[in-house]
């Protein structure tokens, strides 16, 4: 079974702090994706990238950027965190393919205070 | 730009009662069609998909079946359990989009009471 780790279930930040968040998965899928989830706003997509170095920005990469320096590892940073995106932050995978589903991890739920 | 849309929730149910939950979808390509599900605390997990017209997924004894002529595909259930309380979301991913990129319905909330 793929699986796709996040590395913190919950995380607590202040306001203009440099945050790290870390997504790993074991399949060897090409494609790595970031989104957050908030109540009545459905998933939206921050980044992804397709390939070792390739990023694409996705509907709301604003404050946002990202790192994928190895196949496995999908980081997300918030460069100066702000109050505003306090959200649970998913991470997903998927091999090359409009037919290939993406494979989730269990999120993070970040709190800027 | 390829879209989906959801029966808006919450639905609540009784135990053993048939679920539907309408999908509808627009796309300029041939996409894939999925149904996620989403259990409280936790990630996205692929429930079912199809991948051409007419082709059904089924799983868990869940349901759909991929309609081009109306665009839909409907998430059905004959008797639903409390185990099945959670978030569906209804996805597509076209072949023409660039590394395998979905779009995401705004989710329905099921629950399920005894």
């Known amino acids: 079974d793929v699986k796709v780790t996040q590395s913190s279930r919950y995380l607590v930040k202040r306001t203009g702090e440099k945050v790290f968040l870390e997504c790993v998965q074991d399949?060897?899928?090409?494609?790595m994706f970031w989104y957050r989830q908030d109540p009545g706003l459905g998933l939206r997509l921050i980044y992804f990238?397709?390939?070792?170095?390739?990023?694409e920005k996705g509907d709301i990469p604003e404050g946002y950027s990202v790192s994928r320096e190895k196949k496995e590892r999908f980081s997300l940073i918030l460069e100066s965190a702000s109050t505003n995106q306090t959200s649970m932050y998913l991470c997903?995978?998927?091999?090359?393919?409009?037919?290939?589903?993406?494979?989730f991890g269990d999120g993070t739920r970040l709190s800027i205070l | 730009g390829d879209s989906v849309t959801q029966m808006e929730g919450p639905v609540t149910l009784s135990e053993e009662a048939f679920l539907t939950i309408n999908c509808t979808y627009t796309?300029?390509?041939?996409?894939?069609l999925f149904w996620y599900v989403q259990y409280p605390g936790e990630g996205l997990q692929l429930l079912l998909k199809?991948?051409?017209?007419?082709d059904k997924g089924s799983n868990k004894g869940f349901e759909a079946t991929y309609r081009k002529e109306t665009t839909s595909f409907h998430l059905e259930k004959g008797s639903v359990q409390v185990s099945d309380s959670a978030v569906y979301f209804c996805?597509?991913?076209?072949?023409?989009?660039?590394?395998?990129?979905?779009?995401f319905g705004d989710g329905t909330t099921l629950t399920v009471k005894p």
């Open positions: 997903a995978s998927s091999s090359t393919g409009g037919n290939q589903p993406q494979h």
């Open positions: 399949m060897d899928h090409e494609n």
């Open positions: 990238s397709y390939d070792v170095k390739m990023k």
């Open positions: 796309a300029t390509g041939y996409p894939s």
């Open positions: 199809a991948t051409k017209a007419d």
């Open positions: 996805a597509l991913s076209d072949w023409g989009t660039n590394a395998g990129k979905s779009t």
